[in-house]
């Protein structure tokens, strides 16, 4: 793994999650392939408000986009994303905790890294275009038959369902490199923007947001009519 992450080489583990930066143990084993897979890194998703801990608030500071809502996408490129993310300490020690979301980003720049070219043409040489899936992908900026609507997100006080990102201008229109990654583009948290029958993909239910529900969401009109 250090040869491909060698950012997240000898880590340093928070002594509790609640403790400042610098109040580390060293980690007692190595971050593992079977704990990527496995989603057992040892940092992800807080189950506390935002800025609840020190280490949300520098995740937040550092705009990595991996531990609260995935909206707006982190600025940073894969290479300097996983740099950054390389200067926290983990939450737990590795192996020893299930958290989600932050384990599919690096498990994209090590895909990236490992296959020597982007994860968006990868996915497409090795899954969609040999399933025949032309209309999907992580933009849809150059698909001839897309039926996507906007990203929505609730608004907090009136609950009311509002746009954050259109289709034809914004994010999903440029593209995973014309938006400079992030989470919504890049991992296993994509709902990637398709129109094929044959083996639509949906990681973020769209049915979250037409049932009601509050997180955000890529909706296809076909989705609509399920």
Avoid: C
């Avoid at 999650?17 to 057992?40: K, M, Q």
């Avoid at 609950?159 to 259109?166: F, G, N, Q, V």
């Avoid at 948290?189 to 094929?196: G, L, R, T």
């Amino acid at each position: 793994m250090d040869d491909l992450l060698p950012e997240l080489a000898n880590r340093r583990v928070l002594r509790s999650l609640d403790a400042e930066l610098d109040d580390t143990v060293p980690s007692n084993r190595p971050i593992t392939l079977g704990g990527l897979l496995t989603f057992r890194l040892g940092f992800g998703n807080v189950l506390a408000a935002p800025n609840s801990y020190p280490i949300q608030r520098t995740e937040a500071e550092l705009r990595l986009a991996t531990i609260g809502q995935p909206w707006s996408p982190t600025p940073h490129t894969p290479d300097e994303w996983i740099r950054l993310f390389g200067t926290l300490p983990l939450m737990h020690q590795p192996g020893e905790q299930w958290m989600y979301n932050t384990v599919a980003q690096v498990l994209g720049v090590l895909l990236e890294r490992a296959a020597a070219k982007p994860l968006e043409e990868f996915l497409r040489e090795r899954i969609f275009d040999p399933l025949g899936m032309h209309d999907t992908g992580f933009s849809v900026s150059r698909m001839a038959n897309w039926n996507a609507w906007p990203v929505f997100q609730s608004e907090t006080a009136s609950r009311r369902k509002a746009p954050i990102d259109s289709v034809a201008a914004g994010s999903w229109a440029q593209g995973i490199h014309g938006r400079r990654w992030g989470r919504l583009a890049f991992t296993a948290s994509i709902n990637f923007a398709a129109s094929d029958n044959k083996a639509r993909v949906r990681l973020m239910s769209p049915t979250m947001i037409v049932s009601g529900g509050d997180s955000v969401s890529h909706v296809t009109r076909s989705d609509t009519k399920e």
